[in-house]
């Protein structure tokens, strides 16, 4: 039932904003650039609008390739590697429907509609939250109310902070990398940021767009997406503490392309006595989910950084720090 909702909410966000006509996009342009407009097959690719549950369209994580929906007919970025999706687009006349919010691509100054954060349901019982109800088409919570109780509330490579939704989408390539911790992340055709791998989970299901399993990687009753240290054996299960007992590699890191963890020193944590030595346990992202970092650092968590950076640690090893798509 949940994947039958993600599959849904899927092809309800790549429908757009509405009837009304898309903003700073060329009239020919006005298509839905994966489908065949000979007639033939749709190609097969889901675009998920910036949701968490969506289906990434631009190949392996951190491979650097190009997706295929979009196309060049504006100026593109990292962040914003293909042209976004023309009936997406949104501004201030052409606003997003309920559960969707408008944001900036990364695209030249083009914005389209997200589809903001929200658990699956069946009945508004299901949601828990006056902040919001389910929107019983696509099978999902979707959030009424302005502001973020946490960054499940928020699309994706935002996190919330102070009550608001903060842009922490780091721009990367297969080239460039990511932090400890984060993947370099096709969310849709048009967006390729930095995704921070250690995601709140209920099940396996919730970190199916990672690739990666759900378990409580540092003891503390939470659970969290986290690779396997065998990924590829059957009834592989995600890595937790119990399976690192090196003290030298005391904890579940994360491999750059976010597909296999192995035991080393950067990776989640409940207590300090959990990571190496020299090392101190840090909510870094801000949701309470902390990991083993390397000295104090230059930053306390991402809301000192300013936007499309994040308070991490770098990959090449290192005190926390904040990083952008250039400092990586």
């Keep these: 039932m949940r994947f039958f909702a993600y599959v849904s909410l899927a092809v309800v966000a790549a429908s757009g904003c509405g009837e009304t006509a898309a903003p700073g996009a060329p009239p020919d342009i006005l298509r839905d650039a994966s489908v065949d407009q000979d007639g033939g097959e749709p190609d097969g690719s889901v675009d998920d609008g910036g949701l968490d549950g969506g ?3 631009g190949g392996a994580a951190g491979s650097g390739g190009m997706p295929d929906g979009g196309g060049s007919w504006c100026e593109t970025s990292v962040l914003c ?7 997406a687009l949104c501004d201030d006349q052409n606003p997003c429907p309920l559960g969707e919010v408008c944001l900036a691509t990364g695209c030249e100054n ?17 949601c828990g939250n006056p902040a919001y109800e389910c929107n019983q088409v696509v099978g999902r919570c979707l959030r009424k109310e302005p502001g973020c109780d946490d960054s499940t509330d928020c699309v994706a490579g935002f996190a919330c902070e102070g009550g608001d939704c903060v842009d922490r989408r780091v721009p990367c390539s297969g080239e460039l990398g990511c932090p400890h911790g984060y993947t370099c992340f096709f969310a849709s055709p048009d967006q390729r940021f930095c995704r921070r791998v250690s995601q709140p989970c209920g099940d396996d299901l919730d970190c199916l767009v990672l690739g990666v399993l759900c378990g409580d990687s540092d003891g503390d009753e939470q ?45 989640a944590c409940s207590a300090p006595v959990q990571c190496a030595s020299g090392f101190q346990c840090r909510d870094l992202w801000g949701d ?31 005190a926390p720090t904040c990083i952008g798509g250039s400092s990586i």
């Excluded at 083009?110 to 299901?126: I, K, N």
């Design 55 to 57: 289906v990434p369209d």
């Design 81 to 87: 590697p293909s042209c976004p999706d023309a009936e």
């Design 110 to 126: 083009l914005s389209r509609c997200f589809v903001a954060g929200g658990g699956a349901c069946e009945t508004e019982d299901d």
């Design 223 to 267: 659970k969290e997406c986290m690779p396997s240290l065998t990924p590829n054996e059957p009834g592989a299960v995600s890595c937790d503490v119990t399976q690192c007992a090196e003290a030298a590699a005391p904890v579940c890191e994360i491999s750059q392309d976010g597909l296999v963890a192995e035991c080393g020193r950067f990776g």
């Design 288 to 318: 309470g989910r902390s990991e083993c970092v390397a000295g104090p650092g230059s930053c306390v968590d991402s809301s000192e950084c300013a936007l499309r950076e994040v308070c991490a640690s770098p990959r090449v090893g290192g």
